[in-house]
């Protein structure tokens, strides 16, 4: 029954209403303080923020079709697109658990297990928060000390972050969740080449958040190039403590106080604060710009699929064949 549900268009319709609904919320509950935080700025700084940060999540789904693709399951880059876009809307609907079911149910559309899907979604997060906790731990002692002092806690998980990215621990963890879930053990193991890919590609998507953190801080405190080290810290270790929290959606408010915290020996609070504000400005304009190109992708290809004249049974037919041909799925009731 709950397959069937999760299968229905007007369910994942309603889904996606839900999130917009909840995204507009956001940006709604926040426009005054955002424009408040704008205002303060230059145009050119808070342009070239916006390139880089809406440039930003492309790498991460580079990261996460590496891993699938590794995993069994490629997928081509338009297919990609739709499915990582319009999952991460579920990241705005409280839960904290939508984003990968939208995911998951999404890629089974075409031809990805669900095993797969999820499997990949997990890595690349872990992936995301260990290289942010890892370049945050080499930059930020250097440049803020305070936030070092007050975030140790985020910093000690950085060897642990770290041995489990090792292809043995995490296969061998992978396949433990999965036998306690009473599941079939992965058909493939993730593999150090392509953890290594993902890893790059997450790591290009830090430092273009790092250029968009940098522009906002630079037009404040006027500090150039040097500015780049410390706000480039500042922005992973403020996602990193708010994805951390899980209590708040989104890391709301957390994120902002540990952005202050560690941007103190720049600026002062106010300022530190319009930083952080922009910054998720930027975040949500950037989810609905690519989840804006991941609709008109899907209803490209619907378009394509109408124009070839095929009957329902025989779009069935395409689909079945095409779960068959990329390997076993997941046992039936």
């Given at each position: 029954m709950l397959r069937r549900l999760v299968a229905s268009?007007?369910?994942?319709?309603?889904f996606v209403l839900l999130a917009i609904a909840f995204m507009a919320y956001a940006l709604i509950s926040q426009w005054d303080k955002a424009w408040a935080a704008l205002s303060a700025l230059s145009w050119w700084s808070v342009a070239g923020a916006?390139?880089?940060?809406?440039?930003a999540p492309g790498p991460a789904m580079l990261a996460w079709r590496a891993l699938l693709a590794d995993l069994g399951s490629p997928l081509r880059l338009p297919v990609a697109t739709q499915v990582m876009f319009i999952g991460q809307l579920g990241k705005y609907v409280p839960g904290g658990v939508w984003q990968v079911v939208a995911t998951v149910e999404l890629a089974r559309d075409h031809a990805a297990p669900r095993k797969r899907t999820f499997t990949a979604t997990v890595v690349a997060m872990a992936i995301t928060l260990a290289s942010a906790l890892a370049l945050t731990a080499l930059a930020l002692p250097f440049t803020s000390a305070n936030a070092a002092r007050d975030y140790w806690?985020?910093?000690?998980?950085?060897?642990l972050a770290l041995v489990a990215l090792h292809p043995r621990v995490l296969n061998s963890a992978l396949n433990l969740a999965l036998r306690l879930a009473r599941k079939e053990p992965l058909e493939r193991a993730v593999r150090l080449p392509?953890?290594?890919r993902a890893l790059g590609w997450t790591v290009l998507g830090w430092l273009l958040l790092g250029v968009q953190t940098w522009l906002l801080v630079a037009d404040i405190h006027g500090g150039g190039l040097t500015d780049f080290l410390p706000a480039a810290a500042a922005f992973?270790?403020?996602?990193?403590?708010?994805?951390?929290t899980i209590f708040a959606p989104g890391g709301l408010g957390t994120?902002?106080?540990?952005?202050?915290?560690?941007?103190?020996?720049?600026?002062g609070p106010p300022?530190?604060?319009?930083?952080?504000?922009?910054?998720?400005?930027?975040?949500?304009?950037?989810?609905?710009?690519w989840a804006a190109l991941a609709f008109a992708l899907s209803r490209r290809a619907r378009t394509t699929l109408a124009g070839m004249n095929l009957p329902s049974a025989d779009l069935s037919t395409v689909a079945e064949a095409n779960r068959l041909a990329a390997g076993p799925t997941e046992e039936r009731p």
């Open positions: 268009r007007a369910l994942r319709l309603g916006l390139v880089a940060g809406v440039l806690w985020v910093l000690a998980l950085v060897p392509a953890i290594g992973m270790l403020a996602w990193s403590v708010g994805f951390l994120r902002e106080l540990a952005m202050t915290v560690a941007l103190a020996p720049l600026m300022q530190a604060l319009v930083v952080a504000v922009v910054a998720r400005l930027i975040s949500t304009v950037a989810d609905l710009a």
